[in-house]
C-alpha cells in the first residue's frame, strides 16, 4: 500500500472510512503499516508521558516530537503521519508555529496536527501550505471551561456552536479536523456539510474517519480508559503475567529447565578448572 497524498484523502470522503490511530514508536508504527492503517497521530508527548511516567505535564519540547517522528517515519514508510503540536510550541506567534511545523514536516511528518490552536495561526500555516488537521468539540486543553471532560453539543445551541468552530477551522484552511465526544448524529451532520475530512475521537461511525488511541485499542497501560475507548487486547495485563512467570521460574529453580544452555566438553572444563588452581 503506498501512503496515501491529501488528495487521495479527499477523495475517500464520502465513499468509505479512514482508519487513524496513535503510534509513538517504532514497533508500533511498524504494526500500523502492516494493519494497514491509513493514518496515524505521533506525539513527543509520548516520551514524557509512556517512558517517563510524568503526565501532569501537557506540553512538549520540538527534540522529543522530532525524535519520535524519526522512529515513526522509519517504521512506517508508507502511513501518512500527522505530528501533534502542542500549545507550548504552536500558539507563540505565527513565526515560531510555522518554524516547528516545518521543523516537522522536514523530519518525516505528512501533515500537522493543533489541538485548540487559534484560527490566526491555522490561516498563518495554511498560507504557507502547511497541512493542518484542527480539533472541535470537546477540546482537552479547553476542558476548565467547559466545566471538566464530557461530550460537547448535546443541546441544539451547542451543536451549532460546534459545527461553527469546525466551519470556521475549514475556511481558516484545514485539511481535515478531530471531532471528539460529540453526539454521532450530530457528527453526521457536521461531517456531511463539510468538505474537510471529519474524523471521529468518541463521535459515532458516520464521520469520514474513526480515530481511536493505539494505547488504548491494546490495552498498554492502566490509568484511566475513556468511555469512548474500544480494547481490543489487553497487553498491559499480558507483560504483567509473563513478568510474574519469569520471577516464579528464577525464585523455583525452574528456570534451568527453560533455558537453552551452552555446554562446554568435560576435558576443557578439567583444563578450565586446572587454570583458575594455578592462581
Not at 177 to 189: D, M, Q, R, S
Not at 201 to 229: A, I, T, V
Amino acid at each position: 500500500m503506498s501512503k496515501l497524498t491529501i488528495k487521495e484523502l479527499f477523495d475517500l470522503k464520502g465513499k468509505r472510512q479512514i482508519t487513524c490511530t496513535t503510534a509513538h514508536d517504532y514497533y508500533t508504527a511498524c504494526a500500523c503499516e502492516k494493519a494497514g492503517i491509513d493514518m496515524f497521530v505521533t506525539s513527543g508527548e509520548f516520551i514524557r508521558q509512556y517512558i517517563v511516567g510524568d503526565f501532569t505535564k501537557t506540553t512538549e519540547n520540538m527534540s522529543d516530537l522530532l525524535t519520535v517522528l524519526e522512529g515513526v517515519r522509519k517504521g512506517a514508510p508508507d502511513c501518512f503521519i500527522y505530528a501533534s503540536i502542542t500549545h507550548g510550541l504552536g500558539n507563540i506567534s505565527d513565526e515560531e508555529a510555522i518554524k516547528a511545523c516545518m521543523a516537522a514536516l522536514n523530519n518525516g511528518a505528512d501533515a500537522i496536527y493543533y489541538s485548540g490552536m487559534s484560527l490566526d495561526r491555522i490561516r498563518a500555516c495554511a498560507d504557507q501550505k502547511i497541512p493542518i488537521v484542527g480539533h472541535a468539540g470537546m477540546i482537552p486543553w479547553f476542558a476548565s471551561w467547559l466545566g471538566g471532560f464530557h461530550a460537547v453539543g448535546k443541546t441544539a445551541d451547542a451543536a451549532y456552536q460546534v459545527y461553527q468552530d469546525a466551519l470556521a477551522m475549514q475556511k481558516a484552511g484545514c485539511i481535515a479536523i478531530e471531532l471528539e465526544c460529540v453526539p454521532y448524529k450530530v457528527a453526521e451532520e457536521i461531517s456531511k456539510r463539510l468538505d474537510i475530512i471529519v474524523i471521529s475521537m468518541g463521535s459515532g461511525h458516520k464521520c469520514d474517519g474513526e480515530y481511536l488511541f493505539s494505547q488504548d485499542l491494546l490495552g498498554l497501560h492502566n490509568n484511566h480508559y475513556p468511555r469512548h475507548s474500544l480494547r481490543y487486547k489487553n497487553l498491559f495485563e499480558l507483560t504483567c503475567e509473563g513478568i510474574q512467570e519469569f520471577a516464579d521460574d528464577v525464585n523455583s529453580g525452574s528456570i534451568a529447565q527453560k533455558q537453552k544452555l551452552i555446554n562446554i566438553p568435560e576435558e576443557e572444563l578439567d583444563k578450565f578448572k586446572e587454570l583458575l588452581n594455578r592462581q
